[in-house]
């Protein structure tokens, strides 16, 4: 028996998560972490106090304490200033990522940590494991359409030792029934999507709040100019729709395949393997973080370039400290600056990094 602090959104997940833990006989208390209060009119609608609502109440149900605890400052700090620096600066950043790390197993465990509890458990679909030498593994979720592990690539041991993931183990339509089971009154709560704080906000609406538009040239390949864009923060790359230069014919696309940004440039081309820039073999992934063993030599990995992409074939190459140079097997379409790419060998994670550059 351990003292578990659940991190308890108010979704359904969470809310199985700190059932089974209770049913498990650990001494349980659930923390709602609030992140984000929209009060300089900027567009967002979290729906935090429904959440709250509905954590309390899944609470209530278990006869377990429920905690309120104020992160409003370090997810500012953590996670919004992030985001908005790395569109600033022209790459993709991956917040619900940096969440994990720098929130959920950051500042949400040494809370939990500090106030005696032993470990921290959320409702995401990765298995946890004890390797002989005594270290905790992340492994990919038992529902191969909901595993979540990609996006805890980033977290280090000592984070993943104070883990736990009690719905890791199950398919979402078990999770369900035993939300059912338990009569938890968020057993019918529709999943929630992407961030939190965006809500239903389109990120570009958002984040014209904070990053001025920076109109310039939309180019070919060659350098015709095609068009004007709005600000190089607002396209990624491989984007299809919304660059706002015509198709010339059924079948031939425009895509973002660069940036350019000395010039103030968006450079299209055809979503073709030939169009440089688009496709990638090797790169550079820097901000290494590793759960269980350190990248001191070459290997071969599994990498996932993206949360809903295929695990492929690579080798990785230690560089200096903290990078490592990918070659994939197969080209890559779109691999973006900033992006992250999370190392597996099967279906155990290794860790990940940041994509830095492409070669
Ligand atoms: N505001 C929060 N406070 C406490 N824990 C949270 C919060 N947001 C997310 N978590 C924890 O992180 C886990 C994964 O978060 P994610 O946003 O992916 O939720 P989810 O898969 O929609 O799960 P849920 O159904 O529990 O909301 C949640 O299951 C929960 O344990």
């Known amino acids: 028996m351990a003292k578990v602090l659940v991190g308890l959104s108010g979704g359904v997940d969470s809310a199985v ?13 659930a923390g709602y972490m609030k992140n984000w209060v929209n009060d300089e009119g900027i567009p967002g609608d979290c729906p935090w106090e429904q959440d709250i609502e509905d954590g309390r109440a899944v609470a209530k149900s278990l006869g377990i304490e429920f905690r309120v605890i104020d992160l409003i400052d370090s997810y500012k700090d953590r996670i919004v200033d992030y985001l908005v620096e790395g569109y600033r600066s ?23 940590l500090s106030q005696g509890f032993e470990h921290v ?5 990765a298995r946890h494991r004890i390797l002989p030498s005594g270290q905790a593994a992340i492994l990919r979720g038992a529902d191969p359409n909901k595993d979540q592990s990609y996006f805890l690539s980033l977290m280090t041991q000592q984070q993943a030792a104070h883990a736990l993931f009690p719905t890791g183990e199950m398919l979402k339509p078990e999770v369900r029934e035993v939300a059912r089971r338990f009569n938890l ?14 809500g239903q906000v389109k990120m570009s609406d958002f984040l014209r709040h904070y990053v001025a538009d920076t109109p310039g040239e939309i180019v070919d390949l060659s350098g015709k100019v095609l068009g004007e864009h709005r600000g190089l923060h607002l396209y990624t790359l491989g984007q299809r729709k919304g660059h706002g230069v015509a198709s010339p014919r059924d079948g031939m ?25 688009l496709y990638i073999t090797s790169c550079v992934v820097g901000t290494i973080s590793t ?17 809903r992409a295929k695990a492929e074939s690579a080798v990785l190459e230690p560089l200096e400290e903290g990078r ?3 070659k994939f097997q197969r080209p890559q379409r779109a691999i973006a600056p900033g992006q992250i790419c999370a190392f597996y060998d099967g279906g155990r994670l290794l860790g990940g990094g940041v994509f830095e550059s492409t070669e």
Request: glycine share 8%; with cysteine; proline share 8%.
């Open 17 to 29: 998560a700190a059932a089974l833990m209770v049913e498990q006989g650990h001494e349980v208390a």
């Open 253 to 277: 696309a425009y895509v973002v395949v660069g940036k350019n940004p000395s010039k103030n440039q968006l450079i299209v081309g055809w979503d073709d393997p030939e169009s440089a820039g």
């Open 121 to 125: 458990a959320t409702g995401h679909y």
């Open 185 to 198: 009154p968020v057993a019918e709560k529709k999943d929630s999507q992407g961030i939190c704080f965006l």
């Open 324 to 326: 490592v140079r990918l």
């Open 90 to 112: 022209g790459i993709t950043p991956n917040p619900d990522v940096w969440c994990n790390r720098e929130m959920k197993f950051g500042v949400f465990l040494d809370y939990a």
């Open 291 to 307: 759960l269980n063993e350190p990248f001191d030599k070459k290997r071969p990995v599994e990498a996932q370039p993206r949360y």
